[in-house]
Protein backbone atom coordinates (compact mmCIF):
# COMPACT_ATOMS: atom_id res chain seq x y z
CA UNK A 1 0.00 0.00 0.00
CA UNK A 2 1.52 3.60 -1.02
CA UNK A 3 2.51 5.77 1.99
CA UNK A 4 2.47 9.23 1.98
CA UNK A 5 5.22 11.33 4.25
CA UNK A 6 5.57 14.89 4.89
CA UNK A 7 8.59 17.21 5.95
CA UNK A 8 8.05 21.11 6.34
CA UNK A 9 7.69 21.80 2.82
CA UNK A 10 6.89 18.75 0.84
CA UNK A 11 4.64 15.94 0.56
CA UNK A 12 5.99 12.90 -0.64
CA UNK A 13 4.49 9.07 -1.96
CA UNK A 14 5.93 6.13 -1.75
CA UNK A 15 4.82 3.78 -3.76
CA UNK A 16 4.85 -0.29 -3.20
CA UNK A 17 7.57 -2.12 -5.16
CA UNK A 18 4.07 -4.29 -6.83
CA UNK A 19 3.10 -0.93 -7.74
CA UNK A 20 6.17 0.69 -9.17
CA UNK A 21 6.29 -2.29 -11.51
CA UNK A 22 2.52 -2.62 -12.42
CA UNK A 23 2.17 1.60 -12.50
CA UNK A 24 5.59 2.23 -13.94
CA UNK A 25 5.48 4.22 -10.77
CA UNK A 26 8.61 6.02 -8.89
CA UNK A 27 8.62 7.67 -5.66
CA UNK A 28 7.16 11.36 -5.94
CA UNK A 29 7.63 14.85 -4.07
CA UNK A 30 4.93 17.66 -4.40
CA UNK A 31 5.60 21.10 -2.66
CA UNK A 32 3.35 21.73 -0.34
CA UNK A 33 2.83 25.13 -1.74
CA UNK A 34 1.42 23.37 -4.50
CA UNK A 35 -1.88 21.66 -2.69
CA UNK A 36 -5.25 23.11 -3.04
CA UNK A 37 -7.57 20.50 -1.76
CA UNK A 38 -7.64 17.00 0.66
CA UNK A 39 -10.50 14.82 0.94
CA UNK A 40 -11.13 11.26 1.86
CA UNK A 41 -13.02 9.76 -0.86
CA UNK A 42 -15.29 6.69 0.10
CA UNK A 43 -14.40 4.69 -2.70
CA UNK A 44 -11.16 5.09 -4.63
CA UNK A 45 -11.89 3.47 -7.98
CA UNK A 46 -15.44 5.34 -8.63
CA UNK A 47 -13.36 8.70 -7.96
CA UNK A 48 -10.83 7.77 -10.68
CA UNK A 49 -11.43 9.63 -13.93
CA UNK A 50 -9.70 9.87 -17.17
CA UNK A 51 -7.85 7.04 -19.48
CA UNK A 52 -5.15 5.17 -17.95
CA UNK A 53 -2.09 5.69 -19.25
CA UNK A 54 0.50 4.58 -18.58
CA UNK A 55 -0.62 1.72 -15.90
CA UNK A 56 -2.42 -1.21 -14.70
CA UNK A 57 -6.15 -1.29 -14.83
CA UNK A 58 -8.25 -4.13 -13.34
CA UNK A 59 -11.86 -2.44 -13.62
CA UNK A 60 -13.49 -2.82 -10.21
CA UNK A 61 -11.13 -4.21 -8.59
CA UNK A 62 -7.50 -2.32 -8.95
CA UNK A 63 -6.24 0.76 -10.34
CA UNK A 64 -2.80 1.69 -10.52
CA UNK A 65 -0.52 4.15 -12.75
CA UNK A 66 -1.96 7.55 -14.59
CA UNK A 67 -5.09 8.56 -15.62
CA UNK A 68 -5.29 11.40 -17.67
CA UNK A 69 -8.09 13.38 -18.57
CA UNK A 70 -8.74 16.86 -19.95
CA UNK A 71 -5.77 19.25 -18.37
CA UNK A 72 -5.54 16.67 -15.67
CA UNK A 73 -2.94 14.57 -15.12
CA UNK A 74 -3.54 11.98 -11.98
CA UNK A 75 -1.63 9.49 -9.78
CA UNK A 76 -3.91 7.02 -9.06
CA UNK A 77 -3.17 3.63 -6.42
CA UNK A 78 -6.48 2.43 -5.30
CA UNK A 79 -8.09 -0.65 -3.98
CA UNK A 80 -12.45 -2.11 -4.92
CA UNK A 81 -14.40 -0.94 -1.93
CA UNK A 82 -11.35 1.24 -0.02
CA UNK A 83 -11.51 4.85 1.13
CA UNK A 84 -8.61 6.79 -0.56
CA UNK A 85 -6.69 10.18 -0.23
CA UNK A 86 -7.51 12.55 -3.16
CA UNK A 87 -5.25 15.36 -2.97
CA UNK A 88 -6.01 18.09 -5.58
CA UNK A 89 -2.96 20.03 -6.65
CA UNK A 90 -2.14 23.25 -8.85
CA UNK A 91 1.42 24.27 -10.45
CA UNK A 92 2.93 20.42 -10.40
CA UNK A 93 3.62 17.44 -12.53
CA UNK A 94 -0.03 16.33 -11.21
CA UNK A 95 -2.91 17.83 -10.93
CA UNK A 96 -4.27 15.05 -7.97
CA UNK A 97 -3.21 12.15 -6.64
CA UNK A 98 -6.07 9.43 -5.82
CA UNK A 99 -3.99 7.40 -3.21
CA UNK A 100 -5.16 3.90 -1.09
CA UNK A 101 -3.12 4.32 2.41
CA UNK A 102 -3.14 3.09 5.91
CA UNK A 103 -6.09 5.20 7.68
CA UNK A 104 -7.32 8.11 4.89
CA UNK A 105 -8.84 10.26 7.58
CA UNK A 106 -5.54 10.36 9.83
CA UNK A 107 -3.41 11.27 6.53
CA UNK A 108 -5.75 13.89 5.01
CA UNK A 109 -5.64 15.84 8.97
CA UNK A 110 -2.11 14.64 8.62
CA UNK A 111 -1.69 17.11 5.13
CA UNK A 112 -3.99 19.59 6.16
CA UNK A 113 -2.02 20.48 9.13
CA UNK A 114 0.95 20.54 7.40
CA UNK A 115 -0.78 23.27 5.33
CA UNK A 116 -1.16 25.32 8.24
Given at each position: ?????????????????????L??????????????A???????I??????????????????????????R??????????P??????E???????????????????R??S???
Amino acid sequence: MTTISLTRTSLRVHPTRSEKILGLLRDTEVPLSAVRAVEVVPDGIAAARGIRAPGLGIPGVRLVGTWRGRSRRALVSVRRQRPAVHVRLEGDRWSELLLDVDEPASVAERIRSALG
